[in-house]
């Protein structure tokens, strides 16, 4: 990886489903993350993604594109605004610096042009 690099962007629409199995894997099955009445009545369009769910989605496109030896040693990021499920969300991801085996990446997540993680970043370490 090289300063300056933009690694591909992760792009996934997140439905209930992909919801209900991300609350079940993480033991969070708060009802604001699936049922639409629910959500409705606590002042939700509809139901809101779990804002953890971007470490996972930051996990996957990071990991795609490690080179050998290399692992996700430090992973942090802000929500700023709901996504809620059957949006489509775009991960992005672009090479900050690279010193000795410390690579750090600039992270960021839009939804149209709301954005909806900020102040995002990894760091990746080479054994």
């Not at 410390?102 to 149209?112: C, D, E, K, W």
């Not at 993680?117 to 080479?126: D, M, R």
């Amino acid at each position: 990886m090289k300063v300056g690099e933009r690694l591909p962007d992760l792009v996934r629409t997140i439905t209930l489903t992909d919801m209900v199995a991300y609350g079940g894997a993480t033991w969070d099955s708060h009802r604001l993350h699936y049922d639409p009445g629910f959500a409705s009545r606590a002042g939700m369009d509809r139901p809101v993604v779990d804002g953890q769910m971007f470490g996972a989605l930051f996990g996957e496109q990071l990991t795609r594109c490690l080179e050998k030896g290399q692992w996700i040693s430090r992973l942090f990021f802000r929500n700023t605004a709901p996504t809620y499920s059957h949006e489509t969300v775009v991960c992005e991801a672009e090479v900050t610096a690279v010193e000795g085996g410390l690579t750090l990446v600039q992270l960021r997540a839009s939804v149209g042009d709301r954005l909806v993680v900020a102040a995002a970043g990894a760091e990746l370490s080479t054994t």
